[in-house]
């Protein structure tokens, strides 16, 4: 027990090193919904790679960050803000704002029709594609 405890400890520790770029990079703004003056902590977009990988990570606020701990429970009026998201300029904002509306866009008219509208590269495509939400 004493051994997964300090590795996740370690990883943590890996993670919190990101926390000064990820604040430059999102310019202390949440990087889906763009609140701004919230706790923002770090998202690790899945499949979560064994070693913390920069490219991987998001800050997010509270107020994003908790529902995506059960997609099934997302509320749809509260994710309109994802058609900024997705254009935004780093991938990883795109692949995560993708993939909620693609969850969404199951049950959502305008979810559906805002991923129909999105072109991304090869790049963005895997990553999206990598892990459904």
């Known amino acids: 027990m004493a051994k997964g405890l300090e590795k996740h400890r370690e990883r943590e520790r890996k993670l919190s090193l990101f926390g000064k770029d990820l604040t ?60 900024e998201a997705v254009w935004s300029e780093e991938r990883v904002v795109q ?11 199951r049950t959502e008219s305008w979810a559906a029709e805002l991923l129909e509208e999105v072109y991304w590269d090869e790049e963005t495509e895997a990553l999206i594609r990598e892990e459904p939400l």
């Not at 977009?45 to 529902?67: N, Q, S, T, V, W």
């Not at 692949?95 to 866009?105: E, K, M, N, S, T």
């Open 24 to 83: 430059r990079r999102s310019r202390s703004c949440c990087e889906l919904c763009g609140a701004s003056g919230r706790t923002l902590e770090i998202y690790e977009l899945g499949p979560i790679p064994a070693e913390p990988e920069y490219d991987r990570c998001l800050f997010l606020c509270p107020e994003c960050r908790e529902p995506l701990k059960n997609s099934a429970a997302l509320q749809a009026e509260r994710w309109h803000f994802l058609k």
């Open 95 to 105: 692949a995560l704002a993708a993939r909620i509306l693609d969850r969404l866009g």
